[in-house]
């Protein structure tokens, strides 16, 4: 049984150490019971890309604040009493951020595309979802009522050959056209922490008049010279995104996500959508939180700490791909992408690589079925700002040593990498 190598509860913050409560179990870990004792590890799970997630001189008092005046929840629906004059702001602010003209919030990440996707779309609709997509948008295509197809992951070459076919079928059994058709993407793709080639997919969409849907849950703040997202650093105008949704649980360090669109599309989800209608609205101190780290990352607090944590989150990203990839580990995704998963593959090396990283003090989160496919398992790394780089090196030893014994480094070691390697030995 490998239940402990999941779940396993924290007791402090999720900042670049975090202290892991320590479990034991009497039955093979079929029931796993929590001691008052706790370890001091290396976290290399949370998505804290922009190290907010801890105690920070500028957003905490202001969240403090604004708890005492809002208190912690507003205990009513937007469209009732539950829109305070935070909510407004960071509507604003959000439009202003990513670069559309209106955006609207909602309380949860995940509600926000399992919600939203039924209310743009629906029957006699056809949705063009990647491959990888996130279960969200998995959920709120099913949900939607539209006819679903999906395209390889990232190919734009692909992508275009389903247009073309769905579009001269038309709907099944009818063949009328379709009333719209909405490709659905991904900024960072989560478990292959890939960038998506959004010019290439934006050319196509133009080409054949299909809306796009972009979910920035990874890529907003954490991407682009000013964290604007993947937008910025692959250079697309945002007007070429009909839909721009991303969430407050990565880079903000906060709960909630957004959808960006036109001031029409946002009209129209604020008078149908049933999360906006049916839900309590977000906490106001989450709120507070937000709109105090998009002001750190626009430099309207005074300082240059957004820029440097934005430069920051992209070296430390980058050292540690390269580092990894010398010691010869399998690892996926992009460059300047924080998110780097380590394949596994054998579904037995998941439980040996995360105990053998916990035992050595480092936290990882390793990903199994049915997040992804059974022989395809994988350890996920997640960079944060807040890691110095003693933090990394460490923390690529400790990865390298558990590569060594468990035998997960696939690729051939680069020479002056191993001959580094054999000189640290022999002087152990």
């Not at 820029?307 to 980058?318: F, G, M, P, T, V």
Request: hydrophobic residues 40%.
């Amino acid at each position: 049984m490998k239940l402990d190598c999941f779940g396993r509860p924290i007791s402090s913050a999720p900042d670049s150490w975090i202290d892991v409560v320590e479990r034991y179990s009497n039955d093979n870990n079929k029931t796993l019971h929590r001691t008052s004792d706790s370890t001091r590890c290396l976290n290399l799970g949370s998505y804290n890309y922009l190290g907010f997630a801890a105690a920070d001189e500028y957003c905490t008092p202001r969240v403090i604040e604004s708890l005492k005046k809002y208190s912690p929840s507003t205990c009513s629906v937007r469209v009732d009493g539950g829109t305070t004059k935070l909510h407004t702001e960071l509507e604003e602010l959000v439009a202003k951020f990513v670069g559309k003209p209106a955006a609207i919030l909602f309380g949860m990440g995940y509600a926000t595309n399992s919600a939203i996707i039924p209310v743009l779309i629906g029957k006699g609709g056809l949705i063009i979802s990647d491959s990888l997509n996130h279960n969200s948008i998995v959920n709120g295509a099913r949900g939607s009522g539209a006819t679903v197809r999906v395209f390889q992951h990232n190919s734009p070459a692909h992508l275009e050959e389903v247009l073309r076919e769905q579009i001269a079928d038309g709907q099944p059994r009818t063949h009328r056209p379709w009333k719209k058709i909405i490709v659905i993407v991904e900024g960072i793709y989560s478990m292959e922490g890939e960038l998506c080639k959004l010019p290439e997919i934006i050319a196509v969409c133009k080409k054949y008049k299909a809306y796009t849907y972009l979910d920035e849950a990874h890529s907003i703040g954490a991407i682009g010279k000013t964290g604007r997202g993947v937008c910025e650093l692959l250079v697309v105008d945002p007007a070429d995104v009909d839909v721009m949704m991303g969430t407050f649980t990565k880079s903000f360090g906060s709960c909630g996500g957004y959808i960006a669109a036109s001031k029409e599309v946002v009209q129209y989800l604020k008078h149908t959508c049933p999360a906006h209608l049916y839900a309590t609205s977000m906490s106001p101190p989450a709120v507070e939180q937000v709109i105090s780290a998009i002001k750190v990352i626009l430099g309207e607090d005074g300082s240059s700490r957004g820029a440097l944590k934005l430069a920051q989150i992209c070296e430390n990203s980058n050292f540690f791909r390269s580092e990894l990839q010398k010691m010869g580990f399998e690892v996926l995704g992009d460059n300047d992408s924080p998110v780097m998963p380590i394949m596994l593959y054998n579904p037995a090396k998941i439980p040996a690589f995360s105990r053998e990283c916990l035992r050595q003090k480092v936290a990882v989160v390793t990903v199994a079925f049915p997040a992804t496919p059974l022989l395809l398992a994988r350890a996920r790394i997640c960079i944060s700002a807040s890691h110095s780089r003693e933090d990394l090196v460490k923390a690529l030893e400790v990865i390298s040593n558990v590569g060594d014994l468990i035998g997960i480094k696939y690729f051939p070691v680069e020479p002056h990498k191993a001959h580094a390697e054999e000189s640290r030995k022999k002087l152990e």
